[in-house]
């Protein structure tokens, strides 16, 4: 069974930071694009981050360009995505979830569309 699971999100205080990580377990997600979206309440899933397998190429949504880093570790036995999140606001409040894009396409990195697995979400909570 193809897994995605996120942990690390929490309530933290403006200009605090926290660290998201996605474990992927059921098949090699080695090879694919891994991307974080979020979601916030009454608001569509938007794009936030994204690797390609080797990291080579990192795209950042404009508005967390600069705060959050995208990272992967393709270590044997371990598929695991992170997001350091740092210089948090109330505005980045949201369900984060992790996602693989088997495609490997750079062009479709930020379309949630073309990525096939998602993880079941975690929750980051910023307070001011």
């Known amino acids: 069974q193809v897994q995605l699971v996120e942990s690390g999100g929490g309530l933290v205080r403006a200009g605090g930071s926290l660290r998201l990580s996605c474990a992927a377990s059921?098949?090699?997600?080695?090879?694919?694009?891994m991307g974080w979206f979020r979601q916030a309440p009454g608001k569509e899933r938007e794009f936030v981050a994204a690797?390609?397998?080797?990291?080579?190429?990192?795209?950042?949504a404009d508005s967390v360009k600069g705060r959050f880093t995208i990272s992967r570790d393709n270590a044997e036995n371990t598929d695991t995505v992170y997001l350091q999140m740092n210089s948090l606001t109330p505005e980045d409040t949201a369900v984060y979830y992790c996602?693989?894009?088997?495609?490997?396409?750079?062009?479709?990195?930020?379309?949630?569309?073309?990525?096939?697995?998602w993880g079941q979400g975690t929750q980051v909570t910023v307070s001011s």
């Open positions: 996602a693989a894009n088997t495609a490997n396409f750079i062009a479709t990195m930020s379309l949630s569309e073309h990525y096939q697995y």
């Open positions: 059921g098949r090699t997600f080695s090879s694919y694009l």
């Open positions: 690797t390609t397998r080797t990291g080579g190429y990192i795209y950042y």
